[in-house]
């Protein structure tokens, strides 16, 4: 399994030299944050920028191939917004290899940098801007619809049909009793709701990690000698890819826009409607959606007490923790038809869903 642990651990110098020598880039190298791989920004002397993406020892070569794959099939599919592009090696591959000072061989590769600030660093997060978030998804998902790999049929432990055995199987981590107890009641309630839903739901090839640091957004646009509105510049990351529920997409966009928000369920009502315009969502849809972002949420903590326990030394890591358990604390006393009566007020007129129960 690839695992933060054997994470690489180059130093700037030995990126800048990696850039030069397999990918003929010149360039000054800065570390970017990273789970379980290393990446590093690249920038000419003339300004320009790249990434230099070097991956985990124990990562799948076939995951990296699926990765290009995805990122060549949506650049075709919807232009060059949609992914970052790859460069190939001077030997003309799309993926080359180098050796760590500890003799092991790692995959590299050199893509496209996207011009433009994450998400989770942009304020105000407008409603219009987190409309253009659900917009970009549902475009994403319409891309990826027609998308296939054998690499993404994996066992991978951020995939949302897995959830509820991460959550229960990593909570035993936790010191603090008062936080197991939350993420028990909570699981349970999820479970509840999509215990018998979950066969149900339309299945596909997804990001699967569009948080609030992989949405890029653009600098704000000069109109009439004032500034326009932002919007969604681009989706980075493509590392987390899974066969998994499609709407998964969807709550995990929903579930990182939620954070450290006075109202969450206004700006996930939010993104909803601009995903509805491009993938229109069902009964099914709308029924399950508030779980699968709570269990997101859930996950997140879970997998960041048994991460941090293997590499303390990463604090990106831990970046969304806090607002994490202080979303999961509002969560508690929410119940998923308020999500629901909020999107409707506000982008449905005169749709009225009462059905779903919130133990």
Not at 146 to 175: N, Q, T
Not at 213 to 219: A, E, M, S
Not at 301 to 315: F, G, K, M, T, W
Request: include cysteine.
């Amino acid at each position: 399994m690839t695992t933060v642990e054997n994470a690489p651990r180059f130093t700037t110098a030995e990126a800048e030299d990696i850039a030069l020598r397999v990918f003929g880039y010149a360039a000054a190298a800065s570390p970017l944050p990273s789970e379980r791989d290393q990446n590093f920004l690249l920038t000419t002397a003339t300004g320009t920028r790249r990434i230099l993406k070097i991956a985990n020892p124990a990562e799948d070569p076939a995951n990296l191939k699926m990765q290009n794959a995805a990122m060549f099939h949506l650049v075709e599919w919807g232009g060059p917004d949609m992914a970052p592009h790859v460069f190939p090696t001077l030997k003309g591959r799309l993926i080359g290899s180098v050796e760590s000072r500890q003799g092991i061989s790692q995959a590299v590769r050199l893509v496209s940098f996207i011009k433009g600030k994450p998400l989770g660093t942009v304020n105000p997060q407008t409603p219009e801007l987190l409309v253009d978030l659900g917009r970009f998804i549902g475009c994403l998902t319409n891309g990826l619809a027609a998308f296939d790999h054998p690499a993404a049929y994996r066992d991978f432990y951020w995939d949302l049909r897995k959830g509820s055995g991460i959550v229960r199987e990593c909570c035993e981590l936790m010191d603090d009793p008062q936080r197991r107890t939350l993420l028990d009641v909570l699981l349970d309630r999820v479970d509840s709701i999509l215990g018998p839903r979950l066969d149900r739901l339309p299945r596909s090839v997804i990001h699967n990690d569009a948080n609030d640091y992989n949405v890029i957004i653009t600098p704000p646009s000069v109109v009439s000698g004032g500034f326009g509105a932002r919007r969604v510049a681009g989706l980075i990351d493509f590392g987390d890819m899974v066969h998994s529920f499609t709407l998964a997409e969807l709550a995990v966009a929903c579930a990182y826009v939620m954070l450290g928000k006075d109202d969450p369920l206004t700006a996930a009502a939010a993104v909803v409607s601009g995903y509805q315009a491009e993938h229109p969502l069902n009964d099914l849809d709308f029924e399950s959606l508030f779980a699968l972002i709570v269990l997101r949420l859930l996950m997140s903590v879970a997998i960041c007490a048994r991460q941090s326990s293997l590499r303390p030394d990463n604090e990106y890591l831990k970046i969304s923790n806090a607002p994490v358990w202080a979303l999961l604390e509002k969560i508690r006393d929410l119940h998923p038809r308020q999500m629901l009566a909020e999107y409707d007020e506000r982008y449905v007129a005169g749709t009225n869903r009462t059905g779903l129960i919130w133990p």
